[in-house]
């Protein structure tokens, strides 16, 4: 088993019809429950996180020391977990 292997998915290039999701600041003060993430090793990172049952997607950079963390608007679970499927393939980003 090599030590350094990934667990974590990895996002493919964006597909030509790709899909662009609005990022907005985060929600403070909130109990999040992150689900599924993508691989570490790359920037940004992707989370799939649910609060107040519903859902929404993460996405953070590292910037200048520290990181800049986005999120999209709020869906219903199915929803959620949907646009992370078409994150993962490239539908969305
Ligand atoms: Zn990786």
């Known amino acids: 088993m090599p030590v350094?292997?990934?667990l974590s998915p990895h996002l493919p290039?964006?597909?030509?019809?790709?899909e662009r999701l609005?990022?907005?600041p985060p929600r403070l003060g909130e109990r999040v429950r992150v689900i599924a993430?993508?691989?570490k090793c790359r920037v940004p990172l992707y989370e799939l996180c649910e609060?107040?049952?519903q859902a929404f997607i993460r996405r953070a950079v590292h910037k200048g020391g520290r990181w800049k963390v986005q999120e999209t608007s709020r869906w219903r679970s199915a929803e959620a977990h949907a646009m992370w499927t078409a994150l993962l393939s490239g539908l969305a980003r």
């Open 4 to 6: 350094t292997g990934c």
């Open 13 to 18: 290039l964006p597909q030509s019809q790709c």
């Open 22 to 24: 609005d990022w907005h």
């Open 37 to 39: 993430w993508t691989c």
């Open 51 to 53: 609060a107040g049952g």
